[in-house]
Nanobody
Framework: QVDLVESGGGLAQAGNSLTLSCTAS????????LGWFRQAPGKERELVSAIDLSEGRTWYGDSVRGRFTISSDNAKKTVHLQMNTLKPEDTSVYHC????????????????WGQGTQVTVSS
């Protein structure tokens, strides 16, 4: 069984929007939080966003705060990442991830993650 299935990546022009979705298995949706990190070639992993599945508390990386919005649909075991005002520097592979606690979010230590979906933003 696949733990996390991502969808919605692709090509966008700067200033436009994309939405990523991630559907989790029941086992993985029992995690504390789901979210996204990204990693571009030659760069370190970067937390994009996460959401507490019980209380809805959210986290955002500094570079996306104010432009990206994360939400969850618990009935469908799915989280969405609405990405607005995209910039070329948002180009990366975006991985959906599951987190066991607040510490694992702030330290970017997911216990499971998906294979990733490519987002490319052209200028």
């Amino acid at each position: 069984q696949v733990d996390l299935v991502e969808s919605g990546g692709g090509l966008a022009q700067a200033g436009n929007s994309l939405t990523l979705s991630c559907t989790a298995s029941q086992r993985t949706f029992n995690s504390y939080a789901l979210g996204w990190f990204r990693q571009a070639p030659g760069k370190e992993r970067e937390l994009v966003s996460a959401i507490d599945l019980s209380e809805g508390r959210t986290w955002y990386g500094d570079s996306v705060r104010g432009r990206f919005t994360i939400s969850s649909d618990n009935a469908k075991k799915t989280v969405h990442l609405q990405m607005n005002t995209l910039k070329p520097e948002d180009t990366s592979v975006y991985h959906c991830a599951a987190f066991a606690s607040v510490w694992t979010i702030t330290q970017l230590r997911p216990h499971v993650w998906g294979q990733g979906t490519q987002v490319t933003v052209s200028s």
